[in-house]
């Protein structure tokens, strides 16, 4: 076997309880089964950005039909996408009509969409043309931006935040709390993705009101005894749901820190094995 898929293996394995499957089904019967807890889910769609049009016009219909599969399922699930799988870098238009295309759907079906947005400088046009837009929410990748965010869009009141402290960004900032309490002031309802459970209950600890008025998103994968806690204690919780064929770039992107050394040592201990 070539080192090439041997690193492949060894990384699906790590990831793959963070990931649902490479089917829409396999993501809906997750949701189902978190709804059944009393979880709501936030499902999408892996893929890597499309360099063609015909591409872009494919993950729009994915996004649509997953919207469409929701409703029809009756899964209490809202629906997360990245602009740029839209075609963001291809044309603005053309990803505009691409995300309109979706949330008229999405409006049709009484499904929640999150639209993330990398930058909201370059893309504060997308945010103009669908300010206003019912059940539609704005995603950002760091608490970085979603300070800055907050600061020169108070009109967008539901926000998402992904808070993981491996991110170059949220690693950089010296109160990640007060960061979060700021963007919170502004937000009408706001999400926060991956915040460590430990800081989770140092927030509620700080202001009681946020065991209502914060809803604190897990990727797929976190501990069920984690969540149980937190629900015991009042918490409002959803999971990210991933699902899709291209997770090499999901992988690369959200593989927690800490497991670059236990990748390092099975990448070893395998190649031993191979070569043996």
């Known amino acids: 076997m070539k080192q090439g898929s041997i ?15 490479p089917t829409m089904g396999s993501a809906i019967d997750r949701a189902k089964r978190f709804n059944e807890k009393g979880i709501p889910a936030s499902i999408t769609f892996i893929s890597n950005n499309p360099q063609t049009k015909p591409k872009a016009a494919y993950i729009t219909t994915t996004y649509m039909q997953l919207i469409r599969e929701i409703a029809r399922m009756g899964i209490t699930a809202s629906v997360h996408l990245q602009l740029d799988q839209l075609g ?20 049709k079906c009484g499904v929640f969409v999150w639209c993330e947005i990398k930058d909201h400088l370059r893309d504060a046009e997308v945010i103009s043309r669908i300010d206003g837009a019912k059940g539609f929410g704005v995603a950002l990748p760091n608490i970085e931006h979603g300070i800055e965010f907050a600061r020169l869009h108070r009109h967008v ?3 998402k935040v992904s808070c993981k402290e491996d991110h170059a960004e949220n690693a950089r900032l010296k109160d990640p709390l007060s960061g979060i309490e700021t963007i919170a002031k502004s937000a009408g309802n706001l999400v926060l993705l991956s915040l460590k459970e430990s800081d989770a209950a140092k927030l509620v600890r700080k202001n009681p009101k946020y065991r209502k008025s914060l809803i604190f998103e897990f990727q797929l994968g976190y501990g069920d005894r ?15 749901i991933p699902f899709g064929k291209d997770w090499e770039s999901y992988a690369i992107n959200n593989v927690p820190e800490g497991y670059t050394r236990l990748l390092a040592n099975r990448l070893l201990a395998e190649g031993k094995a191979e070569g043996a």
Not at 13 to 20: A, E, F, T
Not at 88 to 103: H, R, Y
Not at 234 to 240: I, K, T, Y
């Open 7 to 21: 690193v492949e293996r060894v990384i699906h394995r790590l990831v793959k309880k963070h990931i649902s499957g």
């Open 88 to 107: 963001a870098e291809l044309s603005g238009d053309f990803a505009i009509k691409n995300l309109q295309s979706i949330l008229e759907v999405s409006r």
């Open 157 to 159: 009141r539901q926000l």
């Open 226 to 240: 984690k969540i149980g806690r937190m629900m015991r204690k009042g918490a409002r919780l959803s999971m990210f």
